[in-house]
């Protein structure tokens, strides 16, 4: 039960609601829990090959080693990617992202990852609203 107060500052307006329902709510979506689980995982997927792609086309390209290395790794059974370089090409890659005094920055990765931040809510949401009956 929640209390307003009235205009002019008198008190005794009482404005009740009940929220019938909440139960069947509740196992509806913990019945839910896995289909929306799963219907997150295209979402992950599809922003985690947009941050590759776009790494691989804006990656400072010499040798095309970095190019072509550029990773993605899965984890929590798909829910959650990561995406950048494995192994000696760690460093070498660090060294392109950030600079040196010799190697001026090329950030790629971050603002590969910064420009998936704006879409991926609507990735998610339409990943959702299919798998709903």
Known sequence: MARRRGRGGRS???VQVQ????????????????ELLAAAKPAVKEAAE???TTVQQHVRVDS???????????QNDGLQAEIGWRDR????????????RRIPANPVLGPALDAERAPFPDRIRTEVRQALP
Do not use: C, M
């Open 12 to 14: 005794g307006t009482v």
């Open 19 to 34: 929220v019938e329902g909440l139960d069947r709510l509740r196992a509806r979506l913990e019945e839910l829990a896995p």
């Open 50 to 52: 947009s941050v590759k």
């Open 64 to 74: 095309g080693n970095l190019r072509d290395s550029v990773d993605i790794r899965y």
């Open 89 to 100: 090409d760690d460093d070498y890659a660090a060294l392109h992202e950030h600079g040196t």
